[in-house]
C-alpha cells in the first residue's frame, strides 16, 4: 500500500501512542505506526522530498492536528504523549479533527504551523524551516560539515574533539570524549553523512566494524534519516552501542545550540537562518 495522506493516519497515531503506553518519542512513533498499517520497509523508506521520507512528513502533520484538537503535547524533549481527553479517545472522525483545526486557523489569521498550501491531491506542504537548514547544511563540502559536527559536539560537552577525516579509516570522521557527572568518562568516535535518503543497516555494521575496540561508543550523524533496520542495528544486543542522529535531530540540535541560527522571542516563533556561517566553515 501506498503511504496514506496526513488525514488518514490520526487514527493509526492516536493508536501507536495508546500502544506504546500513552507517550512516544517520534521513531517509536513511525515504528508503530508503520507495524499498525503492515508497511514495508520500501514504502516507509519512500522519500517524500528532500531528506525526509513520506510518512515521516505526513506524520508530522497527523501530529500537529492531533495537538491542536488537543488530544497529544510534546516536550521539549521531543516526546509526546497523550493529553487527559486523548487517554479517552480510541478513534476520532478525521473530518471533524479538520473542521476544527481549519476554524481554528482562521480565527488567529494562521495555519497549524504557518500558511498551508492544500493540493489537489490532498497533500499539505509548507516549506518549514527545518527543511531549509536541512538544504544549506547539505551543500556544504564534506569538510565543513565534518567541521560543524565537531563545533555542536563541543558545544553538547564533549571535549579532546578532533577531526580526522583520515581515508581507509573504516568511515571514522572525527573522535571525542563525553564526560557524565564529572566522573565518568567515555570515549566516542563519530562518522558525519551528508545523505539524501535513508541510511541502511549495512553502514551502521561497518560503522562498528571500524569502532570496535576503538572506542566505547559510536556516533552516527546523517542530513538524511535511518532505516528501521539501521536503527535496530545500532542497538543490537551484545554489539557495542551506536546512536544515531538523523536529520531532524540535527536540525533541532543546530537550533536549540543557536549554530548558525538566530531564534527571535516572539508570540510565534521565528527561526533565522544563517546561510553565511555554513559557507564560512
Known amino acids: 500500500m501506498s503511504i496514506p495522506k496526513y488525514d488518514a493516519l490520526f487514527n493509526p497515531l492516536l ?37 525526509r521520507t513520506k510518512l515521516s512528513y505526513r506524520l508530522a502533520w497527523a501530529r500537529n492536528y ?25 478513534s476520532l472522525d478525521k473530518n471533524e479533527v479538520k473542521k476544527y483545526v481549519q476554524s481554528l486557523s482562521k480565527q488567529n489569521n494562521d495555519g497549524p504551523s504557518g500558511q498551508i498550501l492544500l493540493l489537489e491531491d490532498n497533500e499539505l506542504q509548507e516549506a518549514t524551516w527545518e527543511d531549509e537548514l536541512l538544504e544549506v547544511v547539505k551543500l556544504m563540502s564534506p569538510d565543513g560539515f565534518e567541521r560543524l559536527c565537531q563545533r555542536l559536539l563541543r558545544e553538547s560537552g564533549f571535549i579532546q574533539v578532533e577531526v580526522t577525516g583520515k581515508t581507509n579509516d573504516g568511515g571514522i570522521d572525527g573522535k571525542g570524549v563525553v564526560r557524565i557527572g564529572g566522573l565518568l568518562s567515555f570515549h566516542v568516535i563519530f562518522q558525519c553523512k551528508r545523505y539524501q535518503g535513508s541510511v541502511s543497516s549495512s553502514i551502521v555494521r561497518d560503522f562498528r566494524g571500524a569502532m570496535v575496540g576503538r572506542a566505547d561508543k559510536g556516533l552516527l550523524i546523517t542530513t538524511g534519516t535511518f532505516t528501521k533496520d539501521a536503527r535496530a542495528e545500532a542497538q543490537r544486543d551484545g554489539a557495542p552501542p551506536i546512536d544515531l542522529i ?14 548558525g541560527v538566530q531564534v527571535k522571542e516572539k508570540v510565534v516563533e521565528e527561526v533565522i537562518i544563517d546561510s553565511s556561517y555554513f559557507k564560512a566553515i
Open 15 to 51: 493508536q501507536a501512542i495508546h500502544n506504546l503506553g500513552g507517550s512516544a518519542s517520534v521513531s517509536e512513533q513511525e515504528d508503530e505506526v508503520a507495524t499498525i498499517l503492515k508497511l514495508t520497509d520500501e514504502e516507509v523508506a519512500e522519500i517524500h522530498r528532500g531528506n
Open 66 to 90: 492531533l495537538k491542536r484538537y488537543g488530544l497529544i503535547d510534546n516536550s521539549s524533549r521531543g516526546v509526546w504523549a497523550l493529553t487527559t481527553e486523548g487517554r479517552k479517545r480510541q
Open 246 to 259: 538523523d536529520g531532524e535531530a540535527l536540525v533541532q540540535k543546530l537550533k536549540e545550540l543557536r549554530i
